[in-house]
């Protein structure tokens, strides 16, 4: 089983619809992310959470709400879907302190979400 | 604001020769980056690393070197192999490495 576990792995919606897309994991790391990814713009980062009762913007949150439920689950939420949303999704993990790999960041498999 | 760069959106190699994948940065509190690589279908996964202290930084086939003063960093792969071909996604953080800014990507083939 993966360490970092997404749902749905693939969804198509409609314009105006509201998704959410579930991130879970048993790495027992205490920071989860959420990025995006488009061809040409790389991974931007949307919301990140150190803990569960910290939630940050990341570079690109308009449009974007996230729910830290607990320490293994964190949900990125689309209120009102639009076309411009359309992307793959990809939760992150990871631990902070210090060390040759600090920062290194534990993916989840993504989401494709298409929004028609 | 693109603060960390990957300018060739491609590249094609032969296999057993060497890929140089390069990114650049302009935030200069960057002092930890990461190289990533991702197959499709599948999250991208941690390759190697180098810090601001180090100007290389080997793991068997992967080398990552840094040029502080240019802003740049590269991956040599060498040698290169089928099982090489992926996207590379180069990655760089500050201060407490808190988040990552990843660049666009490089995607690399690697032709038998």
Redesign the interface.
């Known amino acids: 089983d993966a360490d970092?576990t997404q749902t749905p792995r693939n969804r198509i919606t409609k314009t105006g619809k509201r998704i959410m897309l579930e991130c879970s994991q048993t790495k027992g790391h205490d920071r989860m992310?959420w990025?995006r990814q488009d061809p040409?713009?790389?991974?931007?980062?949307i919301y990140?959470s150190?803990d569960v009762k910290d939630i940050n913007k990341?570079e690109i949150s308009d449009g974007y709400s996230v729910s830290r439920q607990a320490q293994a689950k964190f949900s990125l939420s689309l209120e009102s879907a639009i076309p411009n949303q359309t992307a793959l999704y990809?939760c992150?993990t990871s631990e902070?302190g210090t060390g040759?790999?600090?920062?290194?960041?534990?993916?989840?498999?993504?989401s494709r979400l298409t929004v028609l | 604001d693109q603060q960390v760069k990957q300018n060739s959106p491609s590249l094609s190699v032969q296999e057993g020769r060497i890929s140089i994948l390069n990114c650049d940065y302009t935030n200069s509190m960057f002092d930890y980056f990461l190289w990533y690589k991702k197959y499709p279908a599948e999250g991208p996964t941690f390759l190697i690393s180098i810090s601001s202290i180090k100007d290389k930084n080997e793991d068997g086939r992967f080398t990552v070197f840094l040029n502080k003063s240019a802003k740049h960093l590269s991956l040599h792969i060498v040698p290169s192999q089928p099982g090489d071909s992926a996207v590379y996604f180069c990655a760089a953080s500050g201060p407490g490495a808190q988040k990552l800014v990843f660049g666009q990507g490089t995607r690399l083939t690697i032709n038998p």
């Open positions: 970092v992310y990025y040409g713009l790389g991974l931007r980062l990140y150190f990341g990809f992150a902070p040759p790999n600090t920062g290194e960041l534990f993916f989840g498999e993504g």
